[in-house]
């Protein structure tokens, strides 16, 4: 007896199983809609590599 791995697809929450080629999608469609949702950033990313820098130096003096 081998259990079925059985999820919600993220983009359109319906029941996806793992044998699915699509997994973790329940379609083509739903793949390349969260291909669409990553390059407009629908999803947040923590920005660890973007630091805000201070262009006015502080303390020079022209
Ligand atoms: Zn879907």
Redesign the pocket.
């Known amino acids: 007896m081998s259990k079925k791995l059985i999820i919600k697809?993220p983009?359109?929450k319906?029941l996806v199983e793992r044998e699915n080629e699509t997994f973790p999608?329940?379609?083509d469609r739903?793949k390349t809609n969260d291909l669409g949702n990553w390059a407009s950033g629908a999803y947040s990313i923590p920005d660890t590599n973007v630091h805000e820098f201070d262009d006015d130096e502080h303390g020079t003096i022209h």
């Open positions: 697809c983009i359109c319906t999608f329940c379609s739903c």
